[in-house]
T-cell receptor, first 113, second 114 residues
Framework: KAGVTQTPRYLIKTRGQQVTLSCSPI?????VSWYQQTPGQGLQFLFE???????NKGNFPGRFSGRQFSNSRSEMNVSTLELGDSALYLC????????????FGPGTRLLVL | AQSVSQHNHHVILSEAASLELGCNYS??????LFWYVQYPGQHLQLLLK??????LVKGIKGFEAEFIKSKFSFNLRKPSVQWSDTAEYFC????????????FGKGTRLSVIA
């Protein structure tokens, strides 16, 4: 069974631009969660989608948004990029929302110049 | 706010030494507990998890963890580490065992030297 895939793997953007990251969960999984990983803050939860609905949202500004499609694939968008948005963005999938074990993708490394 | 603490930022061990990484959380209710590992250049992988039952949980690659409810702890152990265990280890907690997101500790970097 294929794992969680994320595209692109690497991105370089400049301040003020926007970016869209994509995540395809494991087949049969309907929950997708997004995390931001930085050396200083560790892994911080961004949001979770389940059956195309946002179930939980972390403490990030409105520039960070996401959505989920009917095939459970998810995208997250960051608008008006700031230098501090440079990070590894991880996607995790699970069968259901809540307590279910999550399986992580390789991440998208975003560098904002 | 609910939080997860990993007190050791960086641990350096010689091969064959025993390992114990601490994880504490701040919540008195029902929790689900996880340890994830991130090997250099690889993605996060689940090492082990605890939902209920026997508080001593065995995971992959010889790792185990013990849930001590009275101490709000879920420490990770391995009797004899190998060079290939060099990685970053993350403790994560799902509070309320319900529709709440995973909260991760800041991670512990383990370096195993020959």
């Amino acid at each position: 069974k294929a794992g969680v895939t994320q595209t692109p793997r690497y991105l370089i953007k400049t301040r003020g631009q926007q970016v869209t990251l994509s995540c395809s969960p494991i087949s049969g999984h309907r929950s997708v969660s997004w995390y931001q990983q930085t050396p200083g803050q560790g892994l911080q939860f961004l949001f979770e989608y389940f059956s195309e609905t946002q179930r939980n949202k972390g403490n990030f500004p409105g520039r960070f948004s996401g959505r989920q499609f009917s095939n459970s694939r998810s995208e997250m968008n960051v608008s008006t990029l700031e230098l501090g948005d440079s990070a590894l963005y991880l996607c995790a999938s699970g069968r259901t929302s809540g307590a279910e074990t999550q399986y992580f993708g390789p991440g998208t490394r975003l560098l904002v110049l | 706010a609910q939080s997860v603490s990993q007190h050791n930022h960086h641990v350096i061990l010689s091969e064959a030494a025993s390992l114990e990484l601490g994880c504490n959380y701040s919540y008195g209710g029902t929790v689900n507990l996880f340890w994830y590992v991130q090997y250099p250049g690889q993605h996060l992988q689940l090492l082990l998890k605890y939902f209920s039952g026997d508080p001593l949980v065995k995971g992959i690659k010889g790792f185990e963890a013990e849930f001590i409810k009275s101490k709000f702890s879920f420490n990770l152990r391995k009797p004899s580490v190998q060079w290939s265990d060099t990685a970053e280890y993350f403790c994560a907690v799902n509070f309320n065992s319900g529709n709440t997101p995973l909260v991760f500790g800041k991670g512990t970097r383990l370096s195993v030297i020959a």
